[in-house]
């Protein structure tokens, strides 16, 4: 009698051991590239946020590019249709990631670049320092701060700020240069801004798909700047460009709800959607824009760039002049 | 958002009242029969999980757990209380490729809280005792995958009540035998010695997933933003799902209660969200000590 019992005990316990993915279901990665195609277009078309700003007929996108698979075809064929159906999107948060390729759709590089940072530290600066994130120098014979910012994912810190803002204090105002800042942690857009707000204000709001249907969204979350702990009160011009990117758009759409910032250059690159990851059936990542940035009115330019006050341009034949800066000086006068 | 917060308070509070039952139980019974002992565990872990949210793929791999915690041994019930924290480095279960392998890496860290009390249930053989009762699982298991951008950080917290059962089995040595071999030759003391097989099944599945996005553009508040309430926004409390816990033991006492136990675990738990299902299997291989709090005396 003891016998079987054990011998029932270890079978039971046989039988709970060990046998999680019958339980969780099939294994789902694959190489075929009709289960890789429709995994990758289902997924954006459930929750790629800007399809109808867009006017992106996804389902037509759809019988175009599924055509040019077959089976057996090889992993670079695949990643080419992939990557081409992608940038059908036209959104540099948007990208498939496999080991040998990465797909972009260069949105900065369809534009003219605005920005020689030797230019400027070789015939504007006195003396260029070095302070946290930000480089920064007074502009020879104008009594005007320069600070230069290139990412969104370097830290912001109140104490280099307050160094700074102390070292301009009797300048006549100081110029941000955002130009070719791609982007980075978007919680630092809130903590720059308050440095130049005295009051708490609603500068914009984001919606995020939240269903099946291109049009689903969630109510709007508010973008708010806090009064900053120091804050600059003189004027203020960013400098912005194509390559003003993601975080640092979100930037220039918050100045348009603050006073005292002008915004000169070009028009930013865009990117006003938050992307999020994912992963196909064959290992490869992709991502893609779920959200919307919007202005206080609920507009949603943002994705395709905020306009600046003042429009500008950088002229390469003359590389002893920075045009934009030249404006933003200008400003002052 | 807020309600959802709520609920996970109300949860840990559950969780931090079933431990209050199990201490004034346990501090009302009687001193003299029960057995309390402190809990030492240390075990290798295989994990394995599939999160359909942000990966069709499976991810498996190995690491560590620590653990420590109480029990109380009665002669009609049994119950105790456990915490531990493991973590494991995991690689996809990638399809094989003609150029480079997409072999991506994860990473978990998971922290467990567990309860458990069970009442004996009379069977007329002695060597055999079967117990019945109910166990709560409170699971915090987070995950980080570079390969996944804004999508990296997986979190998700995990309760499951569950019904509980346990079988053990007695091979004890109750009289002094005399073991030769050759020319070795040994005094063998009595000793107590058992077999355990532990089920665990969730009965109640609660569990905290993302909502339909994932990633979520959330409210940035200025410089007030909380990073938990960033990350947890439009995560929501759901009811489903399932969770098995088994757990095969050998164990072996001294005449003053001391000892340990070898043992094998393996738990699978499928937390279905409102979305998509994550998918959590842990195989366990490990060492439990149980350290008597007051040895008995023979």
Partial sequence: ???????????????????????????????????????????????YSYFVLKSVDWNA?????????????????????????????????????????????????????????????????????????FQHGNITGKNIGYVRYSSFSNAVSNAHLYYIFNTYANARGIILDLRENGGGNSLNVGTLLSAFSLSEIQVGSFITRNGPEHTDFSSPEPFMVSAGSIVYTKPVVVLIDKGS?????????????????????????GGGGLPNGGQLPNGWSYRFSISQLLDLVGNSYAESGVPPDILADFDWSDLSKDEILDQAILTFE | ??????????????????????????????????????????????????????SPLYYTGYGLSLGLGWDWKKKQSESSVFFDLSGSILRSVSPESNLIPSITRSYMASANFFTEYLRRIPLQNNRWRLFLGGSSNLSLPFRYNPSLGNS????????????????????????????????????????????????????????????Y??????????????????????????????????????????????????????????????????????????????????????
């Fill in chain 2, 1 to 54: 958002m807020k309600d959802s917060r709520k609920l996970f308070l109300s949860v840990i509070q559950l969780n931090l009242l079933v431990l209050l039952f199990h201490c004034t139980i346990n501090a009302n019974a009687q001193s003299d029969t029960t057995d309390r002992s402190f809990l030492l565990e240390t075990s290798g872990i295989r994990s394995t999980y599939r999160d359909l949210a942000t």
């Fill in chain 1, 245 to 269: 990117y993601s975080a640092t758009t979100m930037f220039a759409l918050g100045t348009k709800a603050m006073p005292g910032i002008t915004l000169v250059g070009d028009t930013t690159g």
């Fill in chain 1, 61 to 133: 996108i759809r019988t175009h590019y599924r055509s040019q698979l077959y089976e057996g075809m090889g992993e670079e064929e695949l990643f080419s249709v992939l990557a081409s159906m992608l940038n059908q999107l036209r959104d540099d948060h948007t990208n498939l990631i496999s080991p040998f390729s990465v797909s972009v759709y260069t949105q900065p590089q369809q534009a003219n670049l605005n920005f020689h940072p030797t230019t400027v530290w070789e015939n504007y600066i006195d003396e260029r320092i070095l302070t946290g994130s």
């Fill in chain 2, 213 to 298: 996005a994932y990633t979520y553009d959330a409210s940035i508040q200025g410089n007030d933003t909380r990073l938990l309430n960033y990350y947890f926004d439009n995560y929501k409390w759901s009811l489903n799902g399932w969770r098995i816990q088994t757990r095969l033991s050998f164990f072996r006492e001294s005449q003053t209660g001391n000892g340990f136990q070898l043992f094998y675990a393996w738990e699978a738990t499928v937390a279905k969200g409102r979305f998509e299902p994550l998918a959590l299997a842990i195989h366990k291989i490990g060492i439990r000590l149980n350290v008597q709090r007051k040895p008995r005396i023979k």
């Fill in chain 2, 152 to 211: 990296a950080l997986g979190a998700d917290p995990l309760l499951n009540l569950m019904g509980a059962g346990r079988v053990r089995f007695d091979v004890s040595r109750k009289e002094e035998r005399t073991f030769s071999f050759w020319l070795i030759s040994r005094q063998l003391v009595p000793v107590r010695r058992y077999f355990q097989l532990d089920l665990h099944a969730g009965l109640f599945n609660f569990n905290y997933r993302p909502g």
């Fill in chain 1, 1 to 47: 009698m003891s016998r079987l019992a054990i011998i029932v005990v270890f079978t039971l316990a046989g039988l709970t051991f060990s046998c999680e993915k019958v339980l969780f279901g099939p294994d789902k990665a694959t190489t075929n590239p009709y289960a890789n195609f429709d995994y990758l277009w289902d997924e954006v078309d459930k929750k």
